[in-house]
C-alpha cells in the first residue's frame, strides 16, 4: 500500500493547477564555480544528491490517483525511480548576454511537472558569465514541506565547502514497496465515503473538475467549499477598490523570470533612519518601482494598487505560523517616504494584533532557502484566492530572511538565491526575496505576455530603493 494520502490542503493544490497555472515552485541559486575546489558537472551532483536519497524517501514517490477522483491522491514508491531523469546538465547559449539565464529560467520554470513521475526536477546550469553556475530545483507544492524539497535544499547548501557524496556510504540498493490496485483504492475511498461523508462531499467539485470543459464553471463551488471548509489566512485587509491592470488578467502558459539584488547594509541605515522593517522597505520599492511601470504604459490607475504580503506570526491561532496581509502600494503617491509610512503602519497593524517570529525563528523552518516556496503553499491551500480569476489584491510579496554566513553548493560558494514562484489567473505578478549573507535577492515572475519588459521593472527596484537612501522622513 502507499505510504500516505495527501492532505486536503496539499490535494486540492493539485486540483486547482491549470495547464496555465502550474503548482510548482523553483529555487534558482547562484553559486561561483571559478573558486569552487572540485569542477561543478552532473557526475558530482548526482554523487551528492544520491547520497542524501536515503534520508529522502519523498523524492522517490509519485502520486497514484483514485478512480473517477474520489477521493484524495496517495503517495508511493515509484516503481522503476530514474534519478538520472531528475538531474538535468544544461549551460546559458551566451554568458555575455544577461538575459540567457532569465530565459532559461522562465522556459524551465513553464514546463510543467510529469504527474507520473516523482515531482521534482534539479538543473545544473553552467556557462555563466564571470565563472558562475547555478542550481534550479524545482518541485511540486503539493510534495514540497519542511522534510522534502526543503531537506534536499538544506543538504545542498550548507555552512561548509565540504562534500559528502564521497565520503558517504554507498546508499542501500532501492526496492519499492508494491502500489496499491485499482480495486484497494476504490475500496478505500468507498470505505471513507462511509466514516467521514463530509469529506466526500468535499471532494464532488474536484472529481467533476477533472472533466475537460467544466472547470471554470466549478470554481465558485470550489471555493465555497474551502471557504466553509478552512479559515482564510488573511488577516488584514485594506478596504475600497481593487484596480486592474494589464498583469490582472487571465494568464497564458509561458513566463518571464528577472532577479534584482539589493544591499543589507544599505537597508539598514535606511530601516534605522525610517524606524522601519526590511519588509516595510521591500513593500515600499515595489510600490514605487510598480507605479513607475504603470506611467511607463499608461495604465496609473486612480486607485492604489494593493499587495498580498505574507508574515511569519507567532499568534497560536493562525494556521502554521503563515498569515497574509493586504497591503495597500500606495501607487497614487508620488514621493516614497509618504509611501512607506503607509506600508509602515498597515504592517504594523497585522503584527501588533498576532504577534511576528524573529529572523532566526523563521530561518529555524528549514535553512531559509525554500521557505518561500512553503509559505506559497501554505497561502494557496489555506484559501479559495487561486480559484478567483480576480483575487482581491494586484501581486503577492513574499520574503524571507536566509543565512547571514557564508554557504555553500557543491563545495562551491553560494552568491544568490532566488525564489520562483508561480503566478494564477487575475495575478500575473509575483514578487520574492530572500537574504544571502549581505545582499536581499529579489525575484520576479510574471506572465510572458502581461509585463515583456520585466527586466526593467526588476532594475527599477534599485532605482526606487536609492531614491528612498537619498530622501527624509515626512515632516
Request: with cysteine; charged share 20%.
Amino acid at each position: 500500500m502507499p505510504t500516505s494520502q495527501l492532505s486536503r490542503g496539499h490535494s486540492r493544490l493539485l486540483a486547482v493547477e491549470t495547464p496555465t497555472a502550474l503548482g510548482h515552485t523553483s529555487t534558482l541559486t547562484i553559486v561561483d564555480a571559478a573558486n569552487a575546489p572540485h569542477r561543478l558537472n552532473a557526475a558530482l551532483l548526482r554523487q551528492e544528491v544520491s547520497a542524501r536519497l536515503d534520508d529522502l524517501p519523498m523524492l522517490r514517490q509519485s502520486l497514484v490517483e483514485v478512480p473517477m477522483n474520489l477521493d484524495r491522491p496517495w503517495w508511493r514508491d515509484h516503481p522503476g525511480f530514474d534519478l538520472n531523469y531528475h538531474l538535468r546538465h544544461i549551460a546559458v547559449p551566451d554568458p555575455d548576454d544577461p538575459s540567457s539565464l532569465s530565459e532559461l529560467v522562465a522556459r524551465i520554470h513553464s514546463r510543467p511537472l510529469d504527474r507520473d513521475r516523482p515531482l521534482w526536477e534539479l538543473y545544473l546550469i553552467s556557462g555563466l558569465a564571470d565563472g558562475r553556475a547555478a542550481l534550479l530545483f524545482k518541485m511540486h507544492l503539493a510534495a514540497l514541506t519542511e522534510s522534502t524539497g526543503n531537506s534536499l535544499c538544506a543538504g545542498l547548501i550548507g555552512d561548509s565547502p565540504e562534500l559528502i557524496g564521497g565520503s558517504a556510504e554507498a546508499p542501500r540498493t532501492w526496492v519499492p514497496q508494491a502500489g496499491p490496485s485499482t480495486h484497494d483504492l476504490g475500496g478505500r475511498a468507498w470505505w471513507n465515503a462511509v466514516v467521514d461523508p463530509v469529506r466526500t462531499l468535499t471532494t464532488v467539485p474536484r472529481a467533476l473538475n477533472s472533466v475537460p470543459g467544466i472547470r471554470n464553471l466549478l470554481n465558485p463551488a470550489l471555493a465555497l467549499m474551502n471557504q466553509r471548509a478552512q479559515r482564510s489566512i488573511v488577516i488584514a485587509e485594506q478596504s475600497g477598490i481593487i484596480p486592474r491592470t494589464s498583469f490582472n488578467a487571465r494568464i497564458g502558459p509561458h513566463r518571464r523570470w528577472a532577479g534584482a539584488e539589493l544591499d543589507l547594509t544599505r537597508i539598514a541605515k535606511v530601516r534605522k533612519r525610517f524606524g522601519v522593517s526590511t519588509v516595510d522597505v521591500l513593500t515600499a520599492v515595489a510600490g514605487g518601482a510598480l507605479r513607475w511601470w504603470l506611467l511607463e504604459h499608461d495604465e496609473l490607475p486612480r486607485e492604489t494598487l494593493k499587495a498580498l504580503v505574507p508574515l511569519s506570526v507567532t499568534d497560536p491561532e493562525a494556521i502554521e505560523g503563515i498569515a497574509g496581509a493586504v497591503v495597500s502600494l500606495s501607487t497614487n503617491l508620488h514621493r516614497i517616504p509618504e509611501r512607506l509610512a503607509v506600508v509602515h503602519e498597515q504592517i504594523g497593524e497585522a503584527v501588533s494584533r498576532h504577534g511576528a517570529m524573529t529572523a532566526a525563528e523563521i530561518r529555524g523552518i528549514g535553512g531559509g532557502t525554500p521557505v518561500v516556496g512553503i509559505v506559497a503553499s501554505r497561502l494557496l491551500e489555506r484559501s479559495p484566492l487561486a480559484d478567483r480569476l480576480m483575487p482581491p489584491f494586484n501581486a503577492t510579496i513574499t520574503s524571507v530572511p536566509g543565512s547571514k554566513e557564508p554557504q555553500y553548493a557543491l563545495g562551491a560558494e553560494v552568491t544568490a538565491i532566488h525564489p520562483v514562484l508561480g503566478v494564477v489567473d487575475g495575478m500575473g505578478l509575483h514578487i520574492g526575496a530572500i537574504s544571502v549573507g549581505d545582499r536581499l535577492c529579489l525575484s520576479l515572475v510574471s506572465d510572458r505576455e502581461q509585463i515583456p519588459d520585466l527586466a526593467d521593472l526588476a532594475d527599477r527596484f534599485v532605482h526606487e530603493f536609492e531614491l528612498l537612501e537619498k530622501s527624509s522622513p515626512p515632516g
